[in-house]
């Protein structure tokens, strides 16, 4: 007898040639819901588990629910498993979607090993889950959505999933607080996390992907609630920066990467007499530490003191900013408060800031530029290095070496 091995029965390997499957294009199936197969990287990998988070009310019911039509029409079948809402509520939410949902399989059920059971014996291509925070398993003590009932479910369902070949949504509710038994927890369980997002009382939603085994995590996918359910919205920036005021000061527009796509976005910035105390610095959708650089180097080499007040920035619709394209932008907007004037609404900004207020080149600007040109931007502050060696018509691209060299172009 050798090692520790006694008792194990030999599994049996084979050469990773010989492994069934792959082939990456071919093997997703697509919901034609054109965002959404775009934010999983080109469709649903079959034996694939995906979790989508939100806070309550946000829409994944609701998104799911067109999923599972889609899916459906397309001749895969679809188990929506319920634990959430009765079955006359979900035939009420499907009837006022445009996507037909009738032919698809409902099941109300808490109890994990029966769920399981059902799915054995329909064999659907998807299984949605609705919440894994109603469903439990009798061989644990804890309540349905204590961690415990979580972990333990959703790793059952990604054997299940791995095993049968069946794609497995679970939808996870979170909290703004961050959630106790929420999607934290099982994040590392799955292949892929979306995350569907809001703004408040605007009725446009955001898938973000946060982890996928799959595909980039970089792209969104942007959706509008409507009267008859999610809608894909194919071009963001306009929606980003629908609503802008015209000649209001503090607001600069910026066009980000995200994922594959150029989206142009509105920074909004203000700066106010303090009260008392130290002035306040309020970042949203923006890296609060990335906002007190930026102030220092205003500070140092524009000669722009913000010591005195409160600053406010915001990145408006829900996008955070992370692209140190959008640098040049939030400096632009909080110089424009501070002088309240503004930059023009027609002006882009482009750039990365240094420390010594100098302005770096970004990558693929010629794609920002050729965005911001179909949404009727006229000019482009940005590197001087960075200026495209061709020129677009129809934005002026004007080089700048500094901040305080742009300051001078926009405030005198
Ligand atoms: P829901 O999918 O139930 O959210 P979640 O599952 O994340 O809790 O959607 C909730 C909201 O969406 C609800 O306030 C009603 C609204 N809604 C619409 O505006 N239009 C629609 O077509 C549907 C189905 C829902
Ligand atoms: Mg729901």
Redesign the pocket.
Known sequence: MIGGGAGGSVAPSQKLRDVKGGGPAESRWKTGLAEFDFVLGGGLVPGSMILVG?E????????LLQIAARLEGAGHRTLYVSGEESALQIRL?AD??SDRASDVELVGETLLETVIATAVAMSPSVLIVDSIQTVFTADLDGPPGSVGQVRECSARLMRFAKDTGTTVFV?GHVTREGGIAGPKTLEHIVDTVLY?EGEGMLDHRILRASKNRFGSVDEIGVFR?????LLPVSNPSALFLDGRMDDASGSAVTALIQGTRPVLIEVQALAAKAGFGTPQRVATGYDSRRLALLLAVLDKRAGLSFSQLDVFLNVVGGIRLQDPAGDLAVAAALASSLHDIPVGVDTLFLGEVGLGGEIRPVSQSERRLAEAAKLGLRTAYMAERGTPSRENPEIRAVGVRTIAVLFKHLFR
């Open positions: 939100g309550p009310g946000i829409g994944k019911s609701t998104l939410r006022r979607l939808v569907f609630m409507s009267a008859t359910g």
